[in-house]
């Protein structure tokens, strides 16, 4: 367990639906990030926030998909209208910010589904 | 195109054998680069850290080796065992950026 919690662990959903993920970072971190995984491949960075400040977006993250950290604490991941092709392992991780290293400690992810 | 390439795709192995896993990379400029270890299904879990100026760096059973002239690194695993059969995953970031490239990862499988 590395301190990051990610809610809900599964996600199953039917293709239009909106869903909504939640990230709990260690709680001094005031850096987070999200990434997709697909099967066979290492995650894919999506975004990251520095505090609660978006700081920057892959272009793989669509319209569709928005991003939330309101309190610098913790983040939301919020897909609308998902599509089969949304269907992945999002993750979460965190890291501080005075660390040069820039270690980033990743949650157990979220799995999603969409039929 | 900043990359990171592992090999092999997938390896399996007996318990108590020795592997090496390797890895590829075209970044630049190079900040450092991590092994990750990933569980199916969890989330991936740091082994090491490894900057320019480190060649061989271990956790455990685990050893890891950068050679920064010719962009490689190996990651050791000595006397297996049964919890090692994962997805290990290279990962390098690139100076001045937050964001890391990843490799597609080695499955690896130990059987009794």
């Known amino acids: 367990d590395t301190g990051v919690s990610q809610d809900p662990r599964h996600k199953i959903t039917k293709r239009g639906q909106n869903v909504t993920f939640r990230c709990d970072p260690i709680?001094?971190?005031?850096?987070l990030y999200w990434y997709r995984q697909t099967l066979g491949q290492g995650p894919e960075f999506l975004t990251y926030?520095?505090?609660?400040?978006?700081?920057?977006k892959s272009r793989l993250l669509s319209d569709r998909f928005s991003a939330e950290r309101p309190k610098g604490s913790f983040s939301t991941l919020e897909i609308q209208r998902t599509e089969q092709g949304d269907s992945a392992m999002y993750l979460c991780?965190?890291?501080?910010?005075?660390?040069?290293?820039?270690?980033?400690?990743f949650g157990p992810g979220t799995r999603l589904t969409v039929l | 195109k900043n990359q990171v390439e592992q090999s092999p795709q997938s390896l399996i192995i007996l318990e108590g054998k020795n592997c090496t896993l390797q890895?590829?990379?075209?970044?630049?400029?190079?900040?450092?680069l991590r092994w990750y270890k990933q569980d199916t299904g969890r989330g991936p879990v740091s082994l090491t850290i490894?900057?320019?100026?480190?060649n061989t760096k271990s956790n455990g059973r685990y050893t890891a080796t950068l050679d920064a002239d010719t962009k490689q690194s190996s990651l050791h695993i000595t006397a297996s065992q049964l919890s090692d059969s994962a997805s290990y995953i290279c990962?390098?970031?690139?100076?001045?950026?937050?964001?890391?490239?990843f490799g597609a990862g080695t499955r690896l499988a130990v059987h009794p």
């Open positions: 991780a965190s890291s501080l910010l005075e660390d040069r290293r820039n270690e980033q400690f």
């Open positions: 709680s001094e971190h005031n850096r």
């Open positions: 926030f520095q505090n609660e400040a978006q700081l920057e």
């Open positions: 890895c590829n990379y075209t970044v630049s400029p190079f900040s450092n």
């Open positions: 490894m900057t320019f100026s480190e």
């Open positions: 990962v390098v970031r690139a100076g001045g950026y937050n964001k890391l490239i």
